[in-house]
């Protein structure tokens, strides 16, 4: 009898040709390397790039986004490599992918289809992998003529007549079914987190945003001393973490550090993760966090800026913070402070800034903050807990029966808290 070759559970990691298109005013014409970032991503997903080819073009190709002569290239360049997968750095449309993949004769994958099977190995909570799950299925709704063409029924084969419909239909009417339904518990997700954002007895929130890998995890554990996980590869993070901060005289502020953005961050999954965005958009105040080192700084802060505005949180208060100081040289640093004279400059790995950026935000709460002179009766004691756990008491007495105290609030708890002072038979007075 012969023996079985040992089974490797492990599967063979794909080996990939990366493409991309450089077009007037795109991402990529921009960057740095047009390549550094979808083979970063790719790698991410677990790939193996053995390759890479990019090409300039007035426009994208119509029938299979590349020219001609440029396809038989990377063709030639996937057989010469042994790839099993072409990953094209731009989104297909349907028909785009499946002349690709007839020229190329290899499999072939586009951004978005990248970025959603990097989400997907990601997703760790019931509703990130809700989430991952709603935009694969958008995306592959107007996919489907290309992946079950061959489920097709035949017509007039036993079983098959009668008032049925074909496969293809099928699939498209259970694929919007399943949307519907995921549709349905991700609102039930949005509005259950949105009333918890509104309703967080904190003075302030602040979110840490930024493009993904800047280093905001590790800047979430310097600031509070959470453990979380800290890896160095995209889209680590993909569910809200949550944790207290305090930023000096008894103030605590709810530190959220939520997704990683990336430049054409697909629609759907922004989207789709809506419900994971809402600590971003009910903040007071957003960190848009930096990788001060990065090549394409300025193509990175415009693509996060991109996101914000999409999911309508482009007017909240937002601090730059240049992270990563520890790897740029002195005439580099000085060149980013003039540019970006109102930005904090800090350093994680060294813990450089870590107090300017304390000092930053508590000016904020300052600034920002109403400074009130309260008279409470004294017998209101959970009245007096209230304003003690959402507010800043600087200096408090009692005099007869009654609670005085100078107190800081951010309008929308004075704007909570001041019916129940005025009729517990408080008064209270706007300190300048």
Same mark, same amino acid.
Request: charged share 30%; glycine share 6%; with cysteine.
């Given at each position: 009898?012969s023996?079985?070759?040992?089974?490797?559970?492990?599967?063979?990691?794909?080996?990939?040709?990366?493409?991309?298109? @450089?077009?007037?005013?795109?991402?990529?014409?921009?960057?740095?390397?047009?390549?550094?970032?979808?083979?970063?991503?790719?790698?991410?997903?677990?790939?193996?790039?053995?390759?890479?080819?990019?090409?300039?073009?007035?426009?994208?190709?119509?029938?299979?986004?590349?020219?001609k #002569?440029?396809?038989?290239?990377?063709?030639?360049?996937?057989?010469?490599?042994?790839?099993?997968?072409?990953?094209?750095?731009?989104?297909?449309?349907?028909?785009?992918?499946?002349?690709?993949?007839?020229?190329?004769?290899?499999? @072939?994958?586009?951004?978005?289809?990248?970025?959603?099977?990097i989400?997907?190995?990601?997703?760790?909570?019931?509703?990130?992998?809700?989430q991952?799950?709603?935009?694969?299925?958008?995306?592959?709704?107007?996919?489907l003529?290309?992946?079950?063409?061959?489920?097709?029924?035949?017509?007039?084969?036993i079983?098959?007549?009668?008032?049925?419909?074909?496969?293809?239909?099928?699939?498209?009417?259970?694929?919007?079914?399943?949307?519907?339904?995921?549709?349905?518990?991700?609102?039930?997700?949005?509005?259950?987190?949105?009333?918890?954002?509104?309703?967080?007895?904190?003075?302030?929130? @602040?979110?840490?945003?930024?493009?993904?890998?800047?280093?905001?995890s590790?800047?979430?554990?310097?600031?509070?001393?959470?453990?979380?996980?800290?890896?160095d590869?995209?889209?680590?993070?993909?569910?809200?973490?949550?944790?207290?901060?305090?930023?000096?005289? #008894?103030?605590?502020?709810?530190?959220?550090?939520?997704?990683?953005?990336?430049?054409?961050?697909?629609?759907?999954?922004?989207?789709s993760?809506?419900?994971?965005?809402?600590?971003?958009?009910?903040?007071?105040?957003?960190?848009?966090?930096?990788?001060?080192?990065?090549?394409?700084?300025?193509?990175?802060?415009?693509?996060?800026?991109?996101?914000?505005?999409?999911? #309508?949180a482009?007017?909240?208060?937002?601090?730059?913070?240049?992270?990563?100081?520890?790897?740029?040289?002195?005439?580099?640093?000085?060149?980013?402070?003039?540019?970006?004279?109102?930005a904090?400059?800090?350093?994680?790995?060294?813990?450089?800034?870590?107090?300017?950026?304390?000092?930053?935000?508590?000016?904020?709460?300052?600034?920002?903050?109403?400074?009130l002179?309260?008279?409470?009766?004294?017998?209101?004691?959970?009245?007096?807990?209230?304003?003690?756990?959402?507010?800043?008491?600087?200096?408090?007495?009692?005099?007869?029966?009654?609670?005085?105290?100078?107190?800081r609030?951010?309008?929308?708890?004075?704007?909570?808290?001041?019916?129940?002072?005025?009729?517990?038979?408080?008064?209270?007075?706007?300190?300048?």
């Open positions: 009898m023996k079985r070759a040992p089974h490797d559970a492990a599967p063979r990691a794909d080996r990939a040709v990366v493409a991309t298109l @450089v077009l007037p005013g795109s991402a990529a014409e921009e960057a740095y390397d047009p390549l550094e970032e979808i083979s970063a991503l790719a790698e991410a997903a677990g790939a193996n790039v053995v390759g890479g080819i990019s090409q300039r073009l007035p426009k994208i190709n119509a029938r299979a986004a590349f020219g #002569g440029k396809i038989a290239e990377i063709g030639a360049l996937a057989k010469e490599l042994d790839a099993s997968v072409v990953i094209v750095d731009h989104p297909l449309s349907p028909s785009q992918g499946v002349n690709l993949e007839k020229d190329l004769c290899v499999r @072939v994958v586009d951004r978005t289809e990248l970025i959603l099977d989400f997907a190995s990601r997703a760790q909570t019931r509703q990130a992998s809700l991952v799950e709603l935009a694969q299925l958008e995306y592959m709704r107007t996919r003529r290309r992946m079950w063409t061959h489920l097709e029924r035949t017509e007039g084969a079983g098959s007549r009668g008032p049925g419909e074909t496969q293809l239909e099928t699939d498209r009417r259970l694929v919007s079914k399943k949307i519907t339904d995921l549709k349905r518990k991700l609102h039930a997700i949005e509005t259950r987190r949105r009333r918890e954002a509104m309703g967080r007895e904190y003075p302030c929130t @602040v979110s840490l945003v930024g493009y993904t890998n800047v280093g905001k590790s800047l979430l554990t310097a600031l509070t001393g959470a453990e979380v996980l800290i890896a590869q995209l889209f680590a993070t993909l569910d809200t973490r949550i944790r207290n901060w305090q930023v000096g005289e #008894g103030r605590q502020v709810i530190l959220a550090d939520t997704v990683g953005f990336v430049r054409d961050l697909p629609h759907g999954l922004v989207a993760f809506h419900a994971t965005l809402e600590e971003t958009i009910q903040a007071d105040l957003l960190l848009h966090v930096c990788d001060a080192s990065a090549p394409d700084l300025d193509l990175q802060i415009a693509s996060v800026e991109t996101v914000l505005e999409d999911i #309508g482009k007017e909240i208060p937002t601090v730059l913070v240049m992270n990563k100081l520890d790897r740029v040289s002195a005439d580099e640093r000085l060149l980013l402070t003039r540019r970006f004279p109102d904090i400059f800090l350093s994680v790995k060294t813990e450089e800034g870590i107090d300017d950026l304390r000092a930053k935000v508590a000016a904020f709460l300052d600034r920002w903050a109403l400074l002179e309260l008279e409470i009766p004294a017998e209101h004691g959970r009245l007096l807990s209230d304003v003690r756990r959402v507010g800043s008491v600087r200096e408090e007495s009692y005099r007869e029966d009654q609670w005085v105290a100078e107190v609030l951010m309008p929308r708890h004075w704007s909570a808290l001041q019916p129940d002072i005025l009729a517990a038979g408080g008064q209270f007075r706007v300190l300048p």
